[in-house]
């Protein structure tokens, strides 16, 4: 077990605490410790990210270039369909 000195506020020792060496003096796994750190700082993040779909993209086209498109559309539903 691994002894531990206490000690008050002012700095006085207190008394001694002994650890579990299972607990306490247990190999560390860099690779474990590293999985959680990014899953924590993955979880404070806000998520607001996003991309836009189609009818959004479609939208931001000028009027001319929504009406060429709308041609070109008709064309291809007639020759597809038609």
Same mark, same amino acid.
């Given at each position: 077990?691994?002894?531990? !000195?206490?000690?008050?506020?002012?700095? =006085?020792?207190?008394?001694?605490? !002994? /650890? =579990?060496? &299972? %607990?306490? &003096?247990?190999? %560390?796994?860099?690779? $474990?410790?590293?999985?959680?750190?990014?899953?924590?700082?993955?979880?404070? #993040?806000?998520? +607001?990210? !996003? +991309?836009? &779909? #189609? !009818?959004?993209?479609?939208?931001?086209?000028?009027?001319?270039? #929504?009406?060429?498109?709308?041609? /070109?559309?008709?064309?291809? +539903?007639? $020759? $597809?369909?038609?």
């Amino acid at each position: 077990m691994v002894e531990l !000195s206490l000690h008050n506020v002012e700095g =006085k020792e207190i008394g001694e605490i !002994s /650890l =579990k060496d &299972n %607990i306490f &003096n247990a190999k %560390i796994n860099k690779y $474990l410790v590293h999985q959680v750190v990014k899953r924590y700082l993955a979880g404070k #993040r806000r998520g +607001t990210a !996003s +991309t836009k &779909n #189609r !009818s959004e993209v479609r939208e931001e086209l000028n009027p001319g270039d #929504r009406k060429e498109l709308e041609g /070109l559309e008709q064309v291809l +539903t007639a $020759l $597809l369909f038609g």
